[in-house]
């Protein structure tokens, strides 16, 4: 049987990036030696600490790398001395933004799943959450985010321009409606196309590629309604499709159904590169602590494997942070009742992607930090 080999380039960035990363890495690892694949990892500089290496937050040798890998692992950027500074003239934040530019990832895809054990930790009413199961679409690459910006001379007045053609509505909502034909058939448009232009043509566009996808349920709701209706009934979305804005803004509140921002991956795809990456920040705080949930980036490293048309691989990932979450191997964020570093959670996710019933062999040694994978 041939080896599949891929080439995967690593972005631990700022905080406790490296950490999380580290642990996803530890978990590839793993898979690579169970199902007998070849992974090979390039460590690049981007975020703050390009900044402080280079001068620049995404370095032209680190963008080079990016488009000569198969997929590309990010961890985190940010650092509290440029958030805190508006007048800072070189901003971590700019070195993703260009990456997306450069690598042309116009999708960003972003599951929302409320994990029975740790429904408690959801500020919502378990009631109202159990069995959410969401995959939310947002176009990356367009609207305010990208379009013309600056201020008037008087410097008293600013702009932010949104704008949007046909071809980029229509490659994203040909991968949302493909996703709905692959799961519960519904796929939900959030747009203002009650004000907004761009969202009229959103909604245009959309109603006419509906009928290449007959098996798929499609309807609209306007953004500040969707907001409010992800907060009552969760349960009611499949699929969700949006711009860019609005997209941040619903994932990220979509995000709290989890109970925790380190359990949530996400993917952002174009026709020729993809990256991967968890949705929380840098979380300097905990940087060097071990109390960082390195869930979100494993679970990140499962979707590069459904990237790589590796299914199988992407599930045993699944069942293995599942199984970990069931043994409450999880750090303190997850269940302070717990003493679990980071690498601990990762090196028990990794043996049980080996074979679950050995992991619970080592999980003793894991705890008293005697025994570590790979």
């Not at 961890?75 to 509290?80: F, S, V, W, Y």
């Not at 509505?169 to 996703?179: L, P």
């Not at 993917?267 to 949705?279: C, N, Y």
């Amino acid at each position: 049987m041939d080896i599949l080999s891929k080439r995967i380039v690593v972005l631990p960035g700022d905080g406790i990036g490296p950490e999380v990363c580290g642990e996803a890495v530890r978990v590839l690892h793993a898979v690579a030696d169970r199902f007998g694949h070849a992974f090979h990892f390039d460590y690049q500089l981007m975020g703050a600490c390009a900044i402080d290496a280079t001068g620049a937050p995404l370095p032209d040798a680190t963008l080079a790398a990016c488009h000569q890998a198969d997929a590309v692992l990010l961890g985190a950027i940010g650092d509290p001395k440029y958030d805190n500074n508006p007048a800072a003239p070189v901003r971590p934040e700019q070195g993703l933004l260009r990456l997306r530019k450069e690598l042309g990832l116009y999708a960003n895809i972003r599951p929302v799943t409320a994990y029975d054990q740790l429904l408690e930790h959801s500020p919502l009413k378990a009631e109202r959450i159990q069995g959410t199961d969401i995959l939310i679409f947002r176009e990356l690459t367009g609207g305010v985010y990208f379009g013309e910006k600056g201020r008037f001379d008087d410097g008293n007045s600013a702009y932010d321009n949104c704008t949007y053609s046909r071809a980029e509505i229509e490659r994203i909502a040909h991968r949302a409606f493909r996703a709905a034909e692959t799961r519960r058939h519904k796929l939900t448009l959030v747009d203002k196309a009650n004000v907004l232009e761009t969202s009229r043509l959103w909604r245009e566009t959309v109603q006419q590629l509906a009928p290449q996808y007959p098996s798929v349920a499609l309807d609209y709701l306007f953004v500040d309604n969707a907001a409010m209706q992800i907060i009552l009934n969760p349960r009611q979305f499949d699929v969700i499709l949006t711009e860019n804005m609005f997209g941040d803004i619903i994932s990220d509140e979509a995000s709290v159904i989890a109970g925790s921002l380190g359990l949530l991956p996400s993917a952002s795809v174009g026709d020729a590169a993809a990256l991967f990456e968890p949705i929380h920040g840098s979380y300097p705080q905990a940087k060097g602590k071990g109390i960082a949930n390195p869930i979100a980036t494993i679970l990140s490293a499962a979707m590069l494997l459904d990237h790589f048309g590796l299914p199988e691989e992407a599930d045993t990932v699944r069942d293995a942070v599942q199984h970990a979450l069931d043994q409450q191997v999880v750090t303190p964020e997850l269940n302070p009742a717990t003493r679990y570093t980071t690498e601990q959670v990762g090196s028990f996710i990794a043996y049980a992607v080996l074979d679950i019933a050995d992991c619970e062999m080592h999980r003793n040694n894991i705890r008293l930090g005697m025994s570590t994978i790979i």
